[in-house]
């Protein structure tokens, strides 16, 4: 475990971070410190793609994350002025870019109750697995402040449209696993007792293809939300291009010819 972090806890072992919130007392609510722990690590990440190929965030007790922490986020936010609290806005914005622009691939275990910043974060993700007991609630309108915060509203209409993101972010109404998934928001929901294996699963998958492939293709799913088709069309060609020139793609072709598993090394 790295001590670094000392607002949650973290792990690596095989190739795989792991994040867990561990303040279950709380819900895994958030605190300032949480979030720019969360930062630092996704840019420290980021450039580690050679020895960490996947990050897994996941919350103990029965939540996931309940969001930002009522007394050490919204108590000492009253006391700020504007730039201080326009500081702390940008920063928490911080955390969920950086977890969308790093190269590995993300995926939240959400094993309960994922609200507010919780909710923001975990559809920051790449994949959202869910526990049957898990659900999403967007409450920023509820406590008084927009319901676009930290890239939601770029996020949201993105994965379910804009009709149905408009009614989630405005009402602030709980939504179940099941409809979590029929909507779009989830990937897959599992027993509570199966989230551990379901998430292993796909950590599994994930390692058997080439890391630079899954760092490219996120980048393209990133970029191509917002250009147009022509533009988006020669941006990939020009990155497949330089991707039918790596090191994997040649050992992809000398597995197939030996009829044995690649062995990608992200070159």
Known sequence: MDQ???????????GVATVT????????????EVYADLR??????????????ILVIRGTGKGFSSGGDVE???????????????????????CTRRLREMRQPVIAAVNGVAAGAGAVLATAADFRLL???A??????????????????????????????????????????A???LTIGLANRVVPDDELDSAVEGYVNRLKEAAPWGLAMTKEMLNRGAALDYSTAIEMEAWTQTLMMTTRDFREYHDAFTARRPPEFTGR
């Open 135 to 176: 659900s999403f609630r967007f409450l920023f309108t509820r406590v008084g402040i927009s319901g676009g915060d930290m890239g939601i509203a770029w996020l949201l209409p993105r994965m379910v449209g804009l009709g149905r993101a408009t009614e989630i972010l405005m009402l602030g109404d709980r939504i179940s």
């Open 40 to 53: 630092d690590l996704a840019i420290e990440l980021g450039a580690r793609v050679d020895e960490v190929r």
């Open 72 to 94: 050490e986020i919204i108590g000492r936010l009253l006391a700020m002025d504007t730039r201080a609290v326009y500081e702390f806005a940008h920063m928490t914005g911080e």
């Open 4 to 14: 670094r972090w000392r607002h949650f806890e973290y792990r690596e072992a095989d």
């Open 131 to 133: 526990a049957e007991s």
């Open 178 to 180: 099941h409809e979590a």
């Open 21 to 32: 919130f561990t303040r279950p007392e709380h819900l895994n609510s958030l605190t300032f």
